[in-house]
């Protein structure tokens, strides 16, 4: 079945450590996005990605980072120099950048302790 | 201003009523509007999409478009108990070349049984 995987679907992590979330897509998807969603607010977009190997900045990247090698993977890092990086991590694909849907993977619920 | 700005509610609707929910936008070249619906816990799925100006109707969901006012809008006929979740608006905006998929913070809407 084509789909967007994310994982891992709940992650620990203590404060000042590096993590790593997984994302990958079977949809043949050009773009690919990170967004951050807290309790009761909408998505922040983080990193948005047109093509392989390259990729834009979106609203609240600082402390974040992102690679595209492939077209099918665009993990993203949380560094330690997020300062508050418990949320909930959505990654979406679409076909084209912006102008068609995204479909979102079921997401990684981030808690730093 | 917000580049996608829509009313968090709550909003509150009896069984069977129409439930009107409402999004501006900021960027007048925005060509691609969405609505999704999220269930608390869960990622976004994408309900409707509309590119031009008018309604367009999809079983009991309506959204219309309204670009000269820059004004998007769903409503959902004959509400049901499992419509009951937050409701995303997002838009396609183009910065510097690059089409990004911006999103409002959503309004959290209860049906009322």
């Known amino acids: 079945d084509g789909g967007i995987t994310q994982s891992p679907k709940y992650l620990f992590r203590k404060e000042g450590q590096n993590v790593t979330l997984s994302c990958e897509q079977n949809l043949n998807h050009d773009a690919m996005y990170w967004y951050r969603q807290d309790p009761g607010q909408g998505l922040r977009l983080i990193y948005y990605?047109?093509?392989?190997?390259?990729?834009q900045k979106g609203d609240i990247a600082e402390g974040y980072s992102v690679s595209r090698e492939k077209k099918e993977s665009f993990p993203l890092t949380v560094t330690s120099a997020q300062k508050n990086p418990t949320a909930f991590y959505l990654c979406?694909?679409?076909?084209?950048?912006?102008?068609?849907?995204?479909?979102f993977g079921q997401g990684t619920r981030l808690t730093v302790v | 201003q917000k580049e996608v700005e829509q009313n968090s509610g709550p909003l509150s609707v009896p069984e069977g009523a129409i439930a009107s929910l409402n999004c501006t936008y900021s960027d007048r070249g925005s060509q691609s509007f969405f609505w999704y619906r999220q269930y608390s816990g869960k990622s976004p799925e994408l309900i409707m999409f509309i590119y031009s100006n008018g309604d367009k109707e999809d079983g009991r969901f309506t959204a219309q478009l309204n670009k000269a006012s820059q004004y998007v809008s769903l409503l959902i006929r004959d509400s049901q108990p499992s419509d009951s979740a937050t409701y995303l608006c997002?838009?396609?905006?183009?910065?510097?070349?690059?089409?990004?998929?911006?999103f409002g913070q959503g309004t959290r809407l209860t049906i009322n049984p």
């Open positions: 997002a838009v396609n905006s183009k910065v510097e070349g690059a089409q990004k998929l911006v």
């Open positions: 979406a694909s679409s076909m084209i950048s912006g102008n068609t849907e995204a479909f």
């Open positions: 990605s047109q093509i392989v190997n390259d990729f």
